[in-house]
């Protein structure tokens, strides 16, 4: 038996009590470093499973470690936080939560990234690890990480004395859900995930009554300008094997019909892999906002402030390739995929740089094959209905519960065993 | 000395006092059907100059009568409610109000529209009316009408048993406050304000990851290019030589910037003055909503739904001429000007119709002369800073505070004493 | 008999000849100022009919003059050019013609505006001046204008000495066909027709490859920018009640689909009434297209030349009248008609204005009155297949060709009539 | 010495007259399909070296073969074509030829894509293959190809009968120049150059007069809006780690700023390296065009006709890494450099699949290395003055003339030698 099978031994018998911890954090999804009940809920049961629990680190985050004799230290990691979406009805535990948001307005809530699948997976990787431990040695840091969406959680941890207060690590290791077939694993060595910048843009105009525009300067025909004009970032001034995404996300302006607004707000998102790129993108965002907000005679330049931002993430290439290894023994050649770089960004990296050790992350699918008919290998979401959703859409709900959250537990413990196993 | 001279003496004591009301209504602005501390400050101060108060009327509405011998009845009216737009810092009696609007969300609220001033001319044109009894004869109705911003409140009052419950009258008269020199009113006979149509135009594209949007249809660049393309309905679709105004007020889309929303939420006011042109522009609107929708791909047609709508506001010919010519004489024909037709709506011609009197509206100015560099005929708000702000702007807050109250009240008066005067 | 009734009669034996010298005009259409068969026909009928005829006037122009007695001095005017339209096929004398125009292209030409319709009616007036000069006493000037359509040609006639080299004259009269139905006529007293500015717009970006637009600076992206930014300036920057019309008639950019330009060409049509509301738009257009380039970061500031201008045209009020009068008298209230600014625009005013003297300017119709269906009153050319095409259009063939031009005929007589019969 | 320096001796003294050659051809630069005096000029060499010459193969196609003995055969390759550019003043050379394209209009024309380049290193190599005959054996193919520029040319050259006409080959070799530093070569076996697709999309309006927007169809506010809409197929419908441009090259509407014209005419370039992708685009294109019109309202659907495609250009994995080390061997590792995958196109390509035998292309450098900051492994052009222009740029003319042909020579002699060599 391999190492990483002697883990996932009597994981099955737990599989109905995961599934149960899951929906109830489905259906209680928590913003941003609001994540109070899932940090209880997740200090309860490491605690339970005989972890060395502190909370509050960093704000919500939870820590959990479990000293088993000698050997490698491994960190795992899971991000605790959800969104801002408004669920669709499609499950009996579906979110209708709520919460205020730093902007003071009361906001759905979505576990609409799955971040509950990564929570449920690790407690039942820790379930495990604590019952299994005659089968392996070494140190097990459980981390539930706040606040991953806006790209603060980790940083506040590390920010929050993590290196000093807790047992070295030699591996960093996470791992996020993709819209894929449940089962199957994603890879890649290298250059994984995209580095991100959020900026807050707010437009100025002049507001006035809805029938006299020419009193006013109108900033909604400003912000449309904006987010048309940014479209050509990417179709005109980036080459086309550069890899770019512009989004504007959010946009808001005026409450009344009949009332021009003096303001406009714009929340963007840019993804790049290359700081050459990043660059150019940013100094073109800003070239645009300024220049549209001229061509209406705006009385104020936009402003353009920071909301978060991102560092690319990079898989260790060694470390990488031991964990493919050991996930392609045991799940097989089938179920286990090379990918592509992934547009999307992550915090989770700042484990592995902060103490200067390889850190290694991957994707697993969460859905019904059957919605993907290109096959596992290229499980590109798409538009047309019935199809599979993207993360952060409001269908974001994963359609295979009990194997996704089984395989995520199972493939948690497969990239542990690579370290745990060998001094076992 | 003229009926209307009767009527204003002893107004100018009376001065200090309504500019105390008006700071204090200014203070304390209130949203449509929201009227309730307005209303009974209003109650308070009708039944103490000895009017037969009725509050609650269509909502917030309050009606004040006063009964003074044979001869004709007037009603007089004046609307209350306020707007959600943030008041910049310009005077000590700024509002800093919030209110719950209909959406449930927190909004900063102004009397941006300056019905604060048609309250106060209203209770010091009551005050007058009661104090000087003996200079008059026939019948007051004092209507304080809530929600004239949605175009709503005219009805609700008439809605409510206006015409069983209070006396008949002959002839209905309003005002409204204006960016143009204080002390110089406004008025034209026959169409003197634009039909309104406000409409709420939900677009539905589909959610998803901010770096993924290939899996998304992106309602936000929808929503941006509906904004630009509706611009050529004006531009294009209408003679330049007709009238339209087709505004969106309100855009509405996404929390967060790495989340491409599901839907986007815009507000449209249209204005015009004549149904062929009307028609013409609801058609090209939904042409377009649904076109813009079509190129993106989008799941599901937009939605546009009516908010609310406002009849053509018509003077009537002759009962306007007799209200300038009354004006010409009390202030002298400097002070009284021809106007256009304003693209602005109003729901007071309902009290007209719905009882089938002539209704007469002018204007007043409310702002210091030397802002009006083409002098008072031609009195238009500029865009420039240091220049008049326009009905609706979050500037809109007028500068000659004494001298416009003191028109008002005294045009009111004098409007009314035509009718009244002449029995007296 | 009135004197108009004098002038026509005899006309209708006239109609054969006179349409089948519209139908040679209509199928031989000539560009601006080069007009040169056009003139040679004017000059061969005039000589004919015992007018003493100059050509080459101010280019191509001709001028007739039939003295005849004692008298008033009436100057009669029809511009002779046509446009670079291709014309539809819809009647046997279409245009297939073909010119090189200013920029060196060839492109097709059409009698898209009418002017065949001006040069047969004042060759029938003149005819018929000629043949019944015994009816009235006093002085014709016949005068046939080249380059109507880019505003030079007045001017080009007046600067080549026309008032020194022809007799004065008391009163300028010009008249054009517009989408109405045939034998109607239209004028208004006072301001009548827009002032016009013409601009060329070159954008500047930097061409390339087209499967490298990182590269280049996009001028074909710049210039649909421009496009849809200045459908703004009507809509949101120009009060609903002021008239502007902003219109890119012509775009051009590029000859091969995988090269990107490095440059781009707009050609601009701007009309107002109003002198502020010119000046707004003109600087509206500059600060427009010199911030969609710099939206663009284009490496030039785009150029803004003029291209040609009309100034306004104001019809003499009193001059008016009398002519509205004679209308209605001659061919009843019926088809007489108060009618609106019109947003086109005409050099026809310069021979007053240069004068010193007072000119009249009034539409006829060339349609079939069935396209109308909201009645000659309101004869807007709609949209929708079927329905009656506007000016310019390649559709505009007049449909009743025989009344059409009785009618402008005798309404070019009936005008001369209200000054010429008078001495008669 | 190694085969390929055995083919290259020599080559030096030979320099002056490929330099006078160059020159010459880009001084007269032809449009595809019309390269007659260079195909004469061409033949001419090739014939005076000692091949046996075809002309007017597939158009203006020439083929030179030379046999030499056993071993095997080579097909080398060049196109003659230019492009409807207008030179920028730089060299004495400069192009100042015009031509009557396709659409019957005159234009400048410019070897902007530096084929010129290609034809003078083949002529070349050419040479020194004839002059060079002991030290190799085999057969050459030297094909000179029209019209590259519009996909069309390698296609009429073998539906002329070239694999029947000609001897069959083993291998096809050709190259292109590319916007990096002279001597400077890169590779990329596999997928190297992208699929293109070119269409033409003719939008129909209502024309009419530039002072009636109302009575039209605005065919320029729908073609810009279209152009702005594309620009998200990008940006919003393809993921940033595939590869798409869409590219608009040409915009065409009008021809007078008072008349709004009837129809736009625009000239799409498609690239992408994967069918699912390019399928992707291809449909979005034809739903924002046909939207587009429907927004406006416009009385006939858009015409979407092709112009001409590409296909994927593939190089032989083991032809092509047999290239490069003989480059390497011949050139130093420290000019021959891995290349991404170019969004360009070539129908090069066609040589090869038609004949079933491997087909390797290249890029050869062409400018001053002061040009390229970045250094020639990142040679990318930039936007800013003064540095690098892009292939198709009216500024793309070769700074280093002399060893860019010199080494252009030296690598087609290179990699023929590949299988020229061993038989030798």
């Not at 699948?117 to 981390?143: F, I, K, M, P, Y």
Request: hydrophobic fraction near 45%.
């Amino acid at each position: 038996m391999s190492p990483a099978a002697d883990l996932i031994t009597g994981l099955a018998d737990r599989m109905p009590e995961l599934t149960a911890v899951y929906e109830d954090l489905h259906e209680h999804p928590e913003l941003s470093f609001q994540e109070e009940r899932t940090a209880a809920l997740v200090a309860a049961r490491l605690t339970e499973a005989g972890f060395d629990v502190t909370t509050g680190v960093g704000g919500t985050g939870v820590v959990g470690v479990l000293r088993n004799g000698d050997g490698a230290s491994v960190l795992l990691r899971a991000d605790m936080d959800a969104l801002p979406v408004r669920e669709i009805e499609s499950v009996p535990y579906r979110s209708t939560a709520t919460a205020v948001n730093p902007d003071g307005d009361t906001v759905p809530v979505m576990h609409a990234c799955g971040h509950d699948t990564h929570v449920t997976a690790l407690l039942g990787a820790a379930a495990q690890l604590a019952a299994r431990r005659e089968h392996w040695s070494g140190t097990v840091l459980a981390v539930f990480q706040p606040a991953e969406e806006i790209g603060e959680g980790a940083r506040a941890m590390l920010d929050d004395g993590f290196l000093d207060r807790f047992p070295r690590y030699d591996v960093a290791l996470g791992q996020h859900i993709t819209s894929a077939p449940s089962e199957h694993l994603y890879a890649l060595p290298g250059v994984f995930m995209a580095a991100a910048d959020s900026l807050r843009v707010t437009v100025f105009g002049r507001g006035g009554h809805g029938s006299m525009p020419q009193a006013t300067v109108d900033p909604i025909v400003i912000a449309a300008s904006i987010v048309l004009r940014l479209q050509t970032i990417v179709s005109r001034e980036i080459a086309a094997t550069d890899v770019a995404v512009v989004t504007v996300g959010a946009i808001r302006a005026g409450a009344k019909e009949n009332v021009i607004p003096a303001e406009a707000e714009l929340k963007l998102n840019i993804r790049t892999f290359d700081p050459a790129v990043r660059e150019r993108v940013l100094t073109a965002v800003e070239r645009i906002v300024k220049a549209e907000a001229a061509a209406a005679g705006a009385p104020k330049e936009p402003e353009i402030a920071p909301i978060n931002d991102f560092p690319l993430l990079v898989n260790d290439e060694e470390a990488t390739r031991k964990v493919i290894s050991a996930f392609t023994e045991t799940f097989g050649e089938a179920n286990v995929h090379d990918t592509s770089r992934k547009p999307g960004s992550e915090d989770f990296g700042c484990f592995g740089t902060a103490a200067g050790v390889p850190s290694v992350f991957w994707n697993f699918g969460g859905f019904d094959p059957a919605l993907y008919p290109d096959g596992p290998a290229r499980p590109q979401p798409a538009v047309a209905a019935g199809t599979a959703p993207g993360n952060h859409s409001p269908e974001f709900v994963p359609t295979g519960t009990e194997p996704t959250l089984r395989r995520a537990t199972e493939a948690m413990l497969t990239a542990a065993a690579v370290w745990l196993g060998r001094a076992g």
